[in-house]
T-cell receptor, first 113, second 114 residues
Framework: EPEVTQTPSHQVTQMGQEVILRCVPI?????FYWYRQILGQKVEFLVS????????KSEIFDDQFSVERPDGSNFTLKIRSTKLEDSAMYFC???????????FGSGTQLSVL | AQSVTQPDIHITVSEGASLELRCNYS??????LFWYVQSPGQGLQLLLK??????LVQGIKGFEAEFKRSQSSFNLRKPSVHWSDAAEYFC????????????FGGGTRLMVKP
């Protein structure tokens, strides 16, 4: 089965630093997403991206966050100035179209010190 | 706003026994409902989904779920559990365009006794 690939699997950063989390969605997919899961809490929707623009975003996705699809294969999440509370597992997901199966990557564990 | 409740944080069953994981949702319109499974170190894998039609939905790995509008529930069932089913299970409701934004429950961790 095709896979969504996320790198790195773990990332440690200092508070205030910028981080970029990388994802390679499945090649023929058109819709892209970021979710996160703070330890012990629910998985939360951050943002969805379609046709080179954000289609929906949650309250969590404030001005410190941005997403980009810089080329035909990568989909990135940037956190401009990390805070301690940004520590979480970040999941990338993609699908071919609406109503279709959503494929998740295995996540990037971000630790902000 | 939509919400999902999974009342059981942990469940332990014996291998070969039947399983039912509970899920209750709150959503103003007809919901898109999902069950995902997460094994350690893995991403979330879709087990099954309900969009419309038959309220009993069949999924992968022998799982099924039944949508009951009157009870706002979407419980996951399996008639005979295998040791490899030990994982964390998440129920989710989809909002927005065709269920674009998923709201997840807190998850139920399933342990399987030999």
């Amino acid at each position: 089965e095709p896979e969504v690939t996320q790198t790195p699997s773990h990332q440690v950063t200092q508070m205030g630093q910028e981080v970029i989390l990388r994802c390679v969605p499945i090649s023929n997919h058109l819709y892209f997403y970021w979710y996160r899961q703070i330890l012990g809490q629910k998985v939360e929707f951050l943002v969805s991206f379609y046709n080179n623009e954000i289609s929906e975003k949650s309250e969590i996705f404030d001005d410190q966050f941005s997403v980009e699809r810089p080329d035909g294969s990568n989909f990135t999440l940037k956190i401009r100035s990390t805070k301690l509370e940004d520590s979480a597992m970040y999941f990338c997901a993609s699908r071919t179209g609406s109503l279709e199966k959503l494929f998740f990557g295995s996540g990037t564990q971000l630790s902000v010190l | 706003a939509q919400s999902v409740t999974q009342p059981d944080i942990h469940i332990t069953v014996s291998e070969g026994a039947s399983l039912e994981l509970r899920c209750n949702y709150s959503y103003g319109a007809t919901p898109y409902l999902f069950w995902y499974v997460q094994s350690p170190g893995q991403g979330l894998q879709l087990l099954l989904k309900y969009f419309s039609g038959d309220t009993l939905v069949q999924g992968i790995k022998g799982f099924e779920a039944e949508f009951k509008r009157s009870q706002s529930s979407f419980n996951l069932r399996k008639p005979s559990v295998h040791w490899s089913d030990a994982a964390e299970y998440f129920c989710a409701v989809g909002a927005g365009d065709a269920g674009n934004m998923l709201t997840f429950g807190g998850g139920t961790r399933l342990m399987v006794k030999p």
